[in-house]
């Protein structure tokens, strides 16, 4: 049942006399405690926020005298008390409430500003667990709902980016604050806690090892508004949830126009696929379009590696994103500016790449200072309908699978490189996956097809295309090796992959034709391995 209300309508200018500071973030805070003395607001205060305050000259009254009761429990204790909350909960209007604060000597208080202890950054940097559990702030939640439910009296401000607008709305009228303003600070408030909250619960979680808690909570800060989403008429904006992975969520933009909500998503792919290739092995390069792979290539350096990339499908890198293993160096940033890319995304860029690219004054260059490491856990979410689908990363690495030979020829030590390595691309590749790889480098990708089959003979199409381009006899799918994301449900997929030049195979297996697809790669010569593992990716 829900509780009753007295319908009692809320004021709209509210004047501000009293406001409570206890912030942990204190940047501004003096700033704003001045301008809020200087319009003549009582302050009040607790511990550190009140130290500092009086040590900037104000008066400042501490939180204790309101309540009679001093801080205790190291601080744990201080704003908890009915002096506080009923200043914040009571409903002015009301003459019950009013006879409450009365009779109890509570001072309504007008204005809260509190922002919470750093429980997101002092889990990120891996404190132990009592560090952390001390870091779950309790009073500042408190206040911070107690002030935004009952935001037809009380502003609430969580944010020091606020500070100057609460002092602009104060100036334009006159000391008080109007309804509609105090509601959004009330629905920021709200989302701050909430978010807060789910980072407590995730970690919990995590920590615990529960993989499908009975209530499940994302949150995240915005970071920009965006022009469009997907489309001119979708609205967007980039949220981020605190998670240090390197990528371009965490990466520091060094040039160029702003990413719009296409670029974001096409470099995450990149930037994870590319994450999957040890720099110290080789370098490695990836040119993505819309989230898919055009050309994926080890090299001994990057500019080799670029130019084996750019070979498999130079018609699609136009416009991709580009993404690196190593630090941008001169010689490959000279190479990438020659065709048109929307973004580049490195650990690092030397001073003489970034001054290459930044003669192309719209090219994005993000610098990430590390790669996302492919066998890390983690969790990602997709909206459906009526909820959300949420699954552990898909942190399998074909390197520390067990694979097994199926066919009566084994593969090559040349031929078992470039399985590895097809293999790690197709895992980033939408489904049904086929990529065809020779000498470190794809030679032919085709993704995203309800059949596998035209999927191989998309790629198969492709390698014809860039062949003809480069002005090669034969397709360079010619003596390479394939690999596919999934099983291979019928043989005509593999023949297909045969009959374009593959000469080994390497597959999850589990269909129920698979003996049907080994005898037809044993009937043809080619070797196949199975790794067991699936890599779907929808």
């Keep these: ?38 319009a003549g607001v009582e302050l009040v205060s607790t511990g550190g926020t009140a130290k500092t305050i009086a040590q900037a000259g104000l008066a400042v009254r501490d939180v204790s005298e309101l309540t009679g009761f001093p ?25 019950d409430h009013a006879k409450a604060m009365r009779d109890h000597h509570i001072e309504p208080i007008d204005l809260v500003v509190s922002n919470l202890y750093p429980f997101e950054e002092v889990r990120r940097s891996g404190a132990g667990y009592a560090s952390i559990v001390e870091n779950i702030d309790i009073g500042g939640p408190a206040m911070i709902r107690a002030s935004a439910k ?56 995590e920590e615990l090892q529960i993989e499908h808690p009975t209530w499940r909570a994302f949150g995240g800060r915005l970071d920009q508004v965006m022009r469009y989403g997907e489309n001119p008429h979708q609205n967007a904006g980039f949220y981020l949830s605190g998670d240090r992975r390197p990528g371009v969520a965490t990466a520091r933009q060094l040039q160029g126009k702003q990413l719009s909500y296409n670029n974001i998503n096409d470099t995450d792919a990149a930037f994870e696929l590319v994450g999957e290739f040890d720099p110290a092995r080789s370098a490695a390069i990836a040119i993505i379009k819309h989230a898919n792979p ?57 001073d003489e790449a970034a001054a290459i690219v930044a003669a192309k004054k719209n090219l994005r260059l993000l610098v990430t200072g590390g790669l996302p490491d492919p066998s890390a856990a983690g969790t990602t979410a997709k909206s459906v309908a009526g909820g959300l689908l949420v699954q552990s990363r898909d942190n399998a690495v074909v390197d520390d699978l ?33 990529v065809y790889a020779r000498d470190g ?21 492709k390698a014809l295309d860039a062949a003809a381009a480069a002005g090669l006899a034969e397709p360079l799918t010619k003596g390479s090796v394939v690999a596919s994301d999934a099983f291979f449900p019928f043989a005509d997929g593999l023949l297909s992959a045969i009959e374009a030049g593959a000469t ?31 890599h779907f990716r929808h």
């Design 1 to 38: 049942m829900a509780v009753p209300t007295k319908n009692i309508p809320a004021p709209d200018l509210v004047p501000v006399r009293r406001a409570l500071l206890s912030v942990f973030d204190k940047t501004g805070l003096v700033e704003f405690a001045k301008a809020l003395a200087a």
């Design 71 to 95: 801080e205790i429990m190291d601080g744990r204790v201080k704003t908890l008390h009915p002096s506080v909350h009923g200043a914040l909960l009571g409903i002015r209007d009301d003459a």
């Design 150 to 205: 009952n935001h037809a009296y009380v502003a609430i401000v969580t944010d020091p980016a606020d500070y100057a607008s609460v002092i602009n709305a104060l100036e334009m009228n006159l000391g008080s604050l109007s309804l509609d303003f105090r509601k959004k600070l009330a629905a920021k408030a709200f989302a701050r806690t909430a978010t807060y909250d789910a980072a407590i619960s995730g970690w919990f979680a």
């Design 294 to 350: 055009c050309g994926v290539a080890e090299g001994s350096s990057l500019k080799a590696a670029y130019a084996k990339a750019l070979a498999c499908d130079p018609v699609s890198a136009f416009g991709g994103i580009v993404a690196m293993n190593r630090i941008l160096d001169a010689e490959a940033a000279e190479e990438i500016v020659k065709t048109f890319t929307e973004v580049i995304i490195a650990p690092d860029a030397t």
């Design 402 to 434: 067990e694979l097994k030979v199926v066919t009566k020829r084994a593969p090559t030590p040349a031929e078992l490189a470039d399985l590895k390595f097809a293999f790690r691309v197709a895992k980033h590749v939408k489904s049904n996956a086929i």
């Design 441 to 461: 480098a794809t030679v032919g990708i085709g993704a995203g097809q309800m059949s596998r089959v035209d999927s191989s003979r998309i790629a198969a199409r």
């Design 504 to 534: 080994a195979v390497i597959q999850p297996g589990g269909s129920m034709r698979d003996d049907d697809v080994i005898a037809a790669a044993d009937e043809h010569g080619i070797a196949m391995v199975f790794t067991g593992v699936r």
